[in-house]
């Protein structure tokens, strides 16, 4: 009987853990993806200047990034752009794909949408460049943020696990 309670304690103690470092990890994702983000948007605006090809064979080619949640917004973008407008297609493909970007980071990427193929090339390349600077803000904050709670979260799912373990003990 007391191997079994040594060992409940020992699984809440584990998974205690492993939700701590789960939640420090979103804060490495998020800034993952805004820097891929944000090299997704060079691969765009150097297409855009130089290859005039259409914004859906745009798409088509970055849905091919290093993270994945990031391709799918390019993947998600490229087929509703079939029914809807570039500008609508591409807030929906925020909305809808599933990442770690806080709603302040998405505001940022659908601002990218107004211009987006309704302009000329250079409309378009000065709404990626703006884009790119606010980008570029959010990549700071999302730094700062991984710094500050990346370590505290994780250290913070043990020290509840093992607080849980002394009080059931």
């Known amino acids: 009987m007391i191997v079994i309670k040594y060992l409940i304690l020992f699984l809440i103690l584990v998974a205690s853990t492993l939700i701590g470092r789960s939640l420090s990890k979103k804060y ?3 800034l993952k993806e805004l820097e891929e983000i944000k090299n997704s948007f060079n691969i765009l605006k150097t297409k855009i200047k130089f290859t005039y090809e259409p914004i859906p064979e745009l798409f088509q080619e ?5 993270c994945r949640n990031v391709g799918n917004i390019f993947k998600l973008a ?4 079939e029914n809807v407008n570039i500008s609508t297609a ?3 493909a925020i909305e809808e794909s599933a990442t770690n970007l806080k709603k302040e980071d998405k505001e940022v990427l659908k601002s990218l949408g107004k211009l987006l193929g ?3 090339v250079e409309g378009q390349m000065g709404q990626i460049e703006t884009t790119e600077s606010l980008l ?6 999302a730094l700062e943020e991984k710094l500050k709670n990346e370590k505290l979260y994780s250290r913070l799912g043990t020290t509840i696990g093992l607080a849980i373990v002394i009080l059931l003990y």
């Open 78 to 81: 490229k087929e509703k752009m």
């Open 136 to 141: 570029e803000n959010q990549i700071k904050e």
């Open 90 to 92: 591409w807030e929906n």
């Open 28 to 30: 490495v994702y998020r």
């Open 62 to 66: 970055l849905e091919n990034t290093k």
């Open 118 to 120: 309704r302009t000329d």
